[in-house]
């Protein structure tokens, strides 16, 4: 009876399904198009109420908001302590500055706790004087691209020194959030774009917006190996060839020490300062591992002193030498080597180190071949991964402890 039916009435019912598939292709067509609208519309709302640069004017207030010390009057805040030339024969501010002037876009690298950010600070304070103002990136705000010049730059385009403190941090939290305007749009959350490329896109578009003769770029790194991979950083890469990388050093002893001498003075610790230079050697180098140590003893109100001196941000040596020989089982041989030298007087080269270390662990013909290896990426490990030895002049040289 159906077939009868459909028989008798083919051409209406023919025409009525066309109808209908006309109507469901239309309706397929007018909802793709209504959900493009949308995607743009939260696309150009993102980027029209981005708030992810600070300006920052005031050389005097500068400091205080790259280390978030506004609200500290402590005498050991961050931005209240001196700026120490790390070392006394290299004037590194100059070589800051004439490195910024020739690339545009620096990038300084060091370990966590050497005082990149002080480095940094000092040379944008110097900008600022000149005449430049700092466009800071902050860490707590989503990045996009900005659709129009910065309000806060007030429609100037000229002399703009953008600040980019803790890559890493802002890498991290960058890749980690997403955009607070497309948290339901599964669409717009799938093709967002890594930190890297939404920060190479705003770095292009506000050298689009001011011309690149008014833009410079500082930066800071942690330069640890695991810090790198955060970066995922590639000297061929389109945004970090820009960049002329300096590493700095870590603070000499002298630096180290005037350190210790200024902050005791200024936050009026008891001090014995015949001790600073044993503190000093026992530190693992960084000034921060110093300003904790002083702000833990105005806090205790104790006096300063090497016995009750915490010796690296991670703890006692022991406790950074047992962790490093679970990470690496040579890193115990390599020790022992040092302390057969040192008993022997013989000035601390790696390649000296190696094979005494080898010769100290033994074994057959093919355990040395595994050892041979174990040995150089262990001490790799202490020289340049965590700089848990330092290196001067081209020979080891031990902290204290």
């Known amino acids: 009876m159906t077939w009868d039916f459909y028989i008798n009435n083919k051409d209406a019912i023919d025409t009525i399904a066309a109808i209908f598939s006309v109507i469901i292709a239309a309706g397929g067509i007018l909802w793709a198009i209504f959900k493009w609208g949308i995607s743009r519309l939260w696309a150009n709302k993102i980027r029209v109420e981005i708030k992810v640069f600070e300006l920052i004017t005031d050389s005097a207030s500068l400091l205080p908001k790259l280390y978030l010390t506004e609200d500290d009057d402590s005498p050991l805040a961050d931005h209240r302590i001196k700026y120490q030339p790390r070392d006394p024969n290299r004037d590194l501010q100059s070589e800051l500055k004439a490195a910024l002037n020739r690339s545009r876009y620096l990038l300084i690298t060091a370990p966590t706790g050497y005082g990149k950010t002080r480095e940094a600070g000092m040379l944008a304070q110097t900008m ?156 693992d180098g960084t000034y921060r591992n110093i300003l904790l140590n002083l702000r833990r003893y105005r806090a205790q109100n104790k006096p300063v002193s090497q016995n009750d001196f915490t010796d690296t941000l991670d703890g006692s040596w022991k406790d950074v030498y047992e962790h490093a020989v679970r990470k690496h089982t040579a890193v115990e041989t390599i020790y022992c080597a040092i302390d057969v030298l040192r008993q022997a007087r013989i000035d601390l080269f790696p390649f000296l180190v190696e094979p005494t270390a080898l010769e100290i662990w033994g074994g057959n013909f093919f355990q040395k071949l595994l050892r041979r290896r174990q040995i150089k990426n262990a001490l790799q490990y202490l020289t340049r991964e965590t700089k848990i030895l330092r290196i001067e002049k081209s020979r080891l040289n031990p902290s204290d402890g």
């Open 128 to 283: 600022t004087s000149e005449g430049w103002r700092v466009l800071r990136i902050r860490l707590d705000e989503w990045l996009d691209i900005p659709k129009t010049l910065p309000k806060e730059l007030g429609g100037n385009r000229s002399r703009v020194l953008i600040l980019l403190d803790d890559l890493n941090g802002l890498f991290s939290a960058g890749n980690a959030a997403q955009s607070p305007r497309v948290e339901n749009e599964k669409s717009l959350m799938l093709s967002q774009l890594s930190y890297h490329d939404r920060l190479l896109q705003v770095l292009d578009m506000l050298e689009t917006m001011c011309t690149e003769s008014e833009i410079r770029v500082i930066a800071t790194a942690r330069s640890e190996a695991e810090q790198w991979k955060i970066l995922e950083y590639n000297e061929n890469d389109r945004l970090w060839k820009r960049f002329e990388r300096i590493e700095i050093p870590e603070p000499a002893d002298s630096a180290i020490i005037q350190l210790l001498e200024d902050a005791a003075k200024q936050a009026d610790l008891k001090a014995d300062e015949s001790e600073f230079e044993a503190i000093a050697r026992k530190s």
